[in-house]
C-alpha cells in the first residue's frame, strides 16, 4: 500500500508506517495543482492542516482509500466528498490532551502570580514587585465546561492543587467516573455563577459559537477567571473585553483567538490587557503531542488495513 504525506509529521509515526510494510513518499512542499496530478498513484494520504484535500483532490484518487490527519481538524478534508466514495478518515484527536491540559496551568499560574507581567516588566528594566500581588489556586473552586479528553487531564491536575472541581457537559459522567475524578455535575448557570475560574474544552460546532456570551459572562462572579484554551469562536471577545475593562471579570487566558492571529481592533486591545494572558495557538506544541500526532495515526492507519489485501 502507497501513501503520499504532504505535511511534515514526525518522524516516529513513518518510521512505524515502513516498519509495518506501508511504501511511504514525502512530499512536504508539493502544490496543490502537483497534489491533483500525482495522488493517483496512492491508496493513502496523510497530512496536517496546510494540505487542502477538495472534492477535486478526491475525484483525482481513484485509488484513495484514507486520509489520514495527523492531529485534530478535519476543516482542511472535504468529509462529505470523501464519504460519496467511501474514502475512511482517520486523524489522532489524542495527541494534544496532556499537552493542553498542562497549558492550562501554566496559563493559569501566569495569571495568578503575574509571572508573564513580571517578566515583560523586568526586561523593560523595572522592579514589578509591589504591582505584583497574586493569589494561591488552593481552595479555588474551577469549573470545566466540556469534560472530554482534555476536560477530564484538567480535572485531574486541579485535585493535586486542592481545587474544587465543578463541571457542566451535554453528556453526563457515570458516577463512577464523576467520584473518581473528584468532580461535580451542575447546569452551565450554575457552574457559572460558582466558579472562581472557569475553563472551556468544548468544541467548535454550531452550537457552541459564541456559547459563553455576554449574558453568560454577567453570570459569572466578580474578579473571576476565564480561561478559554479550545477554539476562539466559543467566547465572545468582544464582550469578553468589555467584561475586563469594567472590572467585571478578574482576568482571562487564553490560547486560542476568533482571527488567529488577532487583528481586530477589539482583539488586540484584549491581548495588550495586564490581566489578559495570552499565548499563540501552542496547545499542541510539544515534542510529546507532535510525537503523539503522527504515531497515534500510524497505529490506526496499521490497525485499520494491515493485512488486507488491496
Ligand atoms: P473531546 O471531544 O474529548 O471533549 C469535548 C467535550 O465537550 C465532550 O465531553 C462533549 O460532550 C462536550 N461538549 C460538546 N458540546 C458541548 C456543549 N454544547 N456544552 C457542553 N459540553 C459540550 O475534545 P477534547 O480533545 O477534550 O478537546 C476540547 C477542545 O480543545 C476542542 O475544541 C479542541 O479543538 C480544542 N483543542 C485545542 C488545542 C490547542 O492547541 N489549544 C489542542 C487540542 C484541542
Redesign the pocket.
Known amino acids: 500500500m502507497k501513501i503520499l504525506i504532504t505535511d511534515p509529521v514526525h518522524e516516529d509515526g513513518i518510521e512505524r508506517l515502513k516498519s509495518a510494510g506501508f511504501q511511504v513518499d514525502l512530499a512536504y512542499d508539493i502544490t496543490y495543482d502537483e497534489l491533483v496530478k500525482r495522488v493517483k498513484d496512492y491508496h493513502g494520504l496523510v497530512v496536517r492542516s496546510r494540505t487542502k484535500v477538495d472534492r477535486a483532490v478526491i475525484a483525482s484518487a481513484p485509488n484513495l482509500l484514507f486520509i489520514g490527519r495527523a492531529g485534530?481538524?478535519l476543516d482542511n478534508i472535504d468529509l462529505e466528498a470523501a464519504k460519496e466514495r467511501n474514502i475512511i478518515v482517520l486523524n489522532s484527536?489524542?495527541a494534544?490532551?496532556i499537552?493542553?491540559a498542562e497549558?492550562v496551568f501554566g496559563l493559569l499560574l501566569s495569571l495568578a502570580r503575574k509571572i508573564a507581567f513580571c517578566d515583560r516588566l523586568m526586561k523593560a528594566g523595572e522592579w514589578p514587585k509591589k504591582r505584583a500581588l497574586g493569589f494561591e489556586l488552593k481552595g479555588k473552586t474551577l469549573g470545566i465546561?466540556?469534560?472530554?479528553?482534555?476536560?477530564r487531564e484538567v480535572a485531574k491536575r486541579a485535585e493535586a492543587f486542592e481545587m474544587k472541581v465543578l463541571y457542566?457537559?451535554?453528556?453526563r459522567l457515570p458516577e463512577e467516573m464523576e467520584k473518581s475524578l473528584k468532580v461535580q455535575f451542575v447546569e452551565?448557570t450554575e457552574l457559572l455563577k460558582s466558579s472562581d475560574i472557569v475553563t472551556v474544552?468544548?468544541?467548535?460546532?454550531p452550537?457552541?459559537y459564541h456559547?459563553i456570551d455576554d449574558a453568560k459572562l454577567s453570570l459569572m462572579r466578580k474578579g473571576s477567571i476565564l480561561i478559554n484554551?479550545?477554539?476562539g469562536g466559543?467566547i465572545d471577545t468582544k464582550a469578553l473585553l468589555k467584561h475586563l475593562k469594567n472590572g467585571h471579570l478578574g482576568g482571562a487566558c487564553l490560547?486560542?483567538f476568533e482571527h488567529e492571529p488577532p487583528k481586530e481592533p477589539w482583539e488586540l486591545e484584549l491581548i495588550s490587557l495586564d490581566n489578559v494572558v495570552v499565548t499563540s495557538?501552542?496547545?499542541?506544541?510539544t515534542l510529546e503531542a507532535q510525537r503523539a500526532a503522527s504515531t497515534i495515526l500510524a497505529e490506526k492507519i496499521i490497525s485499520t488495513f494491515k493485512g488486507k489485501t488491496l
Open positions: 485534530v481538524g484527536p489524542e494534544p490532551t499537552s493542553v497549558l465546561i466540556g469534560l472530554g479528553r482534555i476536560g457542566y457537559d451535554v453528556q452551565l474544552h468544548v468544541p467548535l460546532i452550537q457552541t456559547m484554551t479550545s477554539r466559543v490560547d486560542v495557538h501552542i496547545g499542541a506544541m
